[in-house]
Structure formats: C-alpha cells, structure tokens
C-alpha cells in the first residue's frame, strides 16, 4: 500500500531528504530531474511543504534517495528513539570524509539507535548559528574530523569545539576524534586528552582504501557501543 503523504510529517521527512540527498552527493536539481519536478519544489519539499508529489513521485523520491518506507516519520508519532544524538564537526574542505562516515553511521540510523547532525541539515532561511548551538546541546557524543583545516578554522574552534571540550568536562559528553591529514593534534593539549581512532600519525590520508574503511568502522563500533550503555 502506497504511503500517504498527507500522513507524512514533512518538517521531519524534509530534514531526511536533505541528510540523505547530501549523503549521495546530490544536488536539488538532480532530484528534481529524476522525479520530473522542478527544483523549487524539492527546496520547498524539504522545508516542510510538499509540492509537486505525487505518490508514484514519492515512491520515486525514496528510491532516489535511499529511504525505506518505515523510515518516513508519520505525523502525531513520535520520532525514533535516538537517545544518543551524535554531532560530527568537520572542515567543508573535508567533506569526502564526512560523506563515507556518514555511509557507515546509516545502519544505526535505520535502526533508531542515534541521530547524526552535521551542519548541511541547516535548511534554507533557518539561524544556522542556533541551530548549531541547538545540535551542540543535545548531542551525548561528537566525533571530530580533525586535520589541519579543521584546526585552522576559527568558526569550528570557537562556536563548536570550545562548547563540545565544556560539555565533555561538565556532562560526559563523549569526544572521538578521528584523524584525517597531518596536523598538530598531539601538540593541542585539549584536544590530545582525547583517544583519537587511528594514531595521530597514521592519518586517513595516508592509508589505502582498506584501512579507511577499517576506520570509519572503529568509529561506527564506538558509536555502536556507546549507545549499548545503559542510561
């Protein structure tokens, strides 16, 4: 049986199709032409107001982006438990990374176990500053792609790390840093303190496609057992 999509909770259901559509490195537009609607109506889907689906269209839309149907949130239920939300603070510039560890969190995401947040599920017209600060405060764990843009950046030092290290020091916040490129992360006395997935001086950047896998996987498992803990 088709799903209705005027059950649909559509804010939620267009948080989805943004989180999904970046983790296949689409565009709008590429949605767009694969359902045959416009690209203003898939912005517009994802802000929370359908246009332009039908319910072959939507069958579609959820083809395209990987979505199974028992993953649609359905207005007046409540949202998947994801009493673990996990916040990933990266550098724009290392996005391929962010792109694969995505790839490898999905299955716990299917399952319910956490809720992944990373700043392309901003939406259009929304205070990206306050909803940062708003990710920043419900996640129970943040994993930190470090490398040297991502400690080069200003924004990621002030506006996600320092609140992240204050909540790891005042709530148990968990750090997990994994390491991209080369950089200075063993002389950073505050980052340091923390137990990175691979070695400081093995760096993603530096292994083949095996031992990257393998490591977004170590981070998959931390994730994995972190949600295991009783509350």
């Known amino acids: ?65 990987d979505i199974a149907e028992g993953e649609v949130p359905i207005a007046g239920l409540a949202e998947p438990q994801a009493d673990k939300n996990v916040f990933v603070s990266y550098s724009h510039r290392d996005r391929e990374y962010l792109n694969r560890l995505l790839v490898h969190f999905r299955p716990l995401v299917k399952k319910g176990l956490i809720k992944v947040w990373e700043d392309s599920q901003i939406g259009v017209g929304e205070k990206w500053r306050d909803e940062i600060a708003k990710a920043l405060d419900k996640a129970a764990a943040a994993v930190l792609l470090v490398s040297a843009d991502f400690l080069a ?24 840093p994994l390491i991209l490129t080369p950089c200075r992360f063993t002389r950073d006395e505050s980052l340091s303190a923390f137990q990175a997935i691979n070695a400081p001086d093995n760096p993603l950047s530096g292994m083949d496609d095996h031992g990257r896998e393998a490591a977004y996987d170590s981070a998959a498992l931390t994730i994995e057992k972190l949600v295991a803990l009783p509350k």
Request: no cysteine.
């Open 1 to 65: 049986m088709p799903l209705d999509i005027s059950a649909i909770d559509w804010p939620r259901f267009g948080s989805l199709m943004r989180e999904r559509r970046s983790d296949k490195g689409l565009t709008q537009a590429n949605v767009a032409k694969e359902l045959g609607i416009s690209q203003p109506a898939i912005s517009m889907s994802e802000r929370g107001y359908p246009v332009g689906l039908s319910e072959d269209r939507l069958a579609l839309l959820l083809a395209t982006l």
């Open 153 to 176: 950046s200003d924004f990621i030092v002030d506006h996600e790390l320092q609140p992240l290290l204050k909540k790891a020091s005042e709530d148990g916040t968990k750090i997990i």
